[in-house]
């Protein structure tokens, strides 16, 4: 008995409005390829890159519960402002940020990656020292490479010493692309 | 030792199960009232999703919901005559003991001894299921298996 788009919808929708979804995800098309977008009703929650939902459905459950739905509701803010943004016309993002599940050194070290202006980049080291840690910037290294929402907590801003671009979970292309974007190359 | 199954997320459990349900709700509601019913029983399962303590016989614990909220539909709508269909059908395998063991007891009984003996379910999974409070689940469970004791003790 196949279940109509529209029965579906509603049923998330339902679900969504009732405060029932742990993570409400969906997915989102950009410039960037296809992102996975999750929101709980703290804030973003997740962004990844080239969804697989056996994989991402599994992580999501992890943060947050296993009520798990894809909800294109959940994540209108996110789209709207990620759509701002790509078009150039949104510099910062007004989202709140669910960070749950994160160690305190990763959350204090995206709050402070959080704060890096459109168009600049920043350093490894640069951001350790910010957050009293001068010389963790290879642990910064690690949380930019494990940073869960990229673009809006923009780890694409953070360089090598050196200038070099160093890396980028998302694939070093995505991360010159984003620099383009914000003409910060 | 029994091996206890991870809670999937709802969205593979929904996915997985809808279309059975929603063909549950119509053979038993028809077509129109079926959409509501749907509805409801995956808000059920939602609702109670996150204190779920293992994902085993998750199966059987949705059309149970489902089968609730049929009977729960058919006596908002006073159809009481529709009831009849609703006694032996479908999709349960699993508990065919326990099933024939508990024939007559009153629903509400039977569902949550069944689920509780033969599909171990804890009392939360089952007030979700029969849409009672977990007391009222226990109540249930417990009045079933007297019920049954005095039928089979001489």
């Known amino acids: 008995m196949t279940v109509s788009p529209d ?18 995800f969906d997915v989102v098309e950009s410039p960037m390829g296809d992102l996975l977008v999750a929101a709980s009703d703290r804030g973003l929650a997740s962004i990844w890159y080239d969804p697989d939902p056996e994989r991402d459905l599994e992580r999501l459950a992890r943060i947050a519960g296993p009520r798990v739905l894809r909800s294109p509701r ?17 510099r910062a993002f ?7 599940a994160l160690p305190s050194f990763t959350v204090s070290v995206l709050r402070e990656l959080a704060r890096v202006p459109y168009g600049e980049t920043t350093t490894y080291g640069a951001l350790a020292a910010r957050v009293g840690r001068p010389r963790a910037a290879r642990a910064v290294g690690t949380v930019m490479n494990r940073n869960r929402i990229p673009i809006v907590l923009p780890c694409h801003r953070v360089v090598g010493a050196s200038g070099d671009l160093v890396g980028y979970a998302g694939g070093l292309e995505r991360k010159v692309r984003l620099l383009e974007l914000e003409g910060a190359l | 030792m029994m091996h206890e199954v991870s ?10 199960h809808r279309s059975q349900v929603l063909g549950l709700l119509r053979r038993r509601l028809g077509a129109a009232r079926a959409e509501d019913a749907f509805q409801e029983t995956f808000l059920r399962a939602l609702q109670a999703y996150g204190r779920l303590e293992h994902g085993e016989h998750l199966r059987a614990w949705v059309l149970t919901i489902a089968r609730n909220v049929a009977v729960d539909t058919l006596r908002r709508t006073r159809s009481q005559h529709e009831l009849v269909e609703t006694g032996a059908d479908d999709d349960l395998p ?14 509400k009984e039977r569902a949550a001894v069944v689920l509780r003996y033969g599909y171990d379910l804890s009392y939360d999974q089952i007030a979700a299921a029969l849409g009672s409070s977990e007391d009222a689940a226990r109540q249930a469970a417990s009045a079933g298996v007297r019920r049954l004791r005095r039928r089979i003790t001489p």
């Open chain 1, 7 to 24: 029965l579906d919808r509603r049923f998330r929708e339902a679900a969504h409005a009732l405060g029932l979804v742990d993570l409400g």
């Open chain 1, 74 to 90: 959940s994540v209108d803010d996110a789209r709207r402002e990620l759509d701002e943004y790509f078009a150039g016309r949104r």
């Open chain 1, 94 to 100: 007004d989202l709140p940020l669910d960070l749950r």
């Open chain 2, 7 to 16: 809670i999937p997320p709802f969205e593979l459990f929904y996915e997985e």
């Open chain 2, 94 to 107: 699993a508990y065919e003991e326990l099933a024939e063991l508990t024939d007559g007891l009153p629903r």
